[in-house]
Nanobody
């Protein structure tokens, strides 16, 4: 069973930056596509950015130029870097992973529990 754990959420002021982490268990990490999603209060969960196993990324139009997904030297970890935070970025952020599914849809097999991001104006 693959487990995902998000961390790095918090409260920030508009215009600030934040980096979220998604730790993925298991030794097949390199085979997964990973997506980041957010869910604002009262709204549906929406995909914001994803990266396939070849490193190709897909962005939602609303976050282009502000959100970045990347892997670093820490094994089994994918990051979401957010710049120029806006109050409308407030919500619970989830990472998701799947070997076969990729992109901004919600068809991923594995999901984390989420981390809260609150942006104040």
């Amino acid at each position: 069973q693959v487990q995902l754990v998000e961390s790095g959420g918090g409260s920030v002021q508009a215009g600030g930056s934040l980096t979220l982490s998604c730790s993925i268990s298991g030794n097949t990490y390199a085979r997964y596509c990973v997506g980041w999603f957010r869910q604002a209060p009262g709204k549906e969960r929406e995909g914001v950015i994803s990266m396939n196993r070849d490193g190709i990324t897909t962005h939602a139009d609303s976050v282009k130029g502000r959100f970045n997904i990347y892997k670093d030297s820490v094994p089994n970890t994918v990051y979401l870097q957010i710049h120029s935070l806006r109050p409308e970025d407030t919500g619970t952020y989830y990472c998701a992973a799947d070997i076969h599914f990729c992109g901004l849809g919600r068809g991923y097999a594995y999901w984390g529990q989420g981390t809260q991001v609150t942006v104040s104006s």
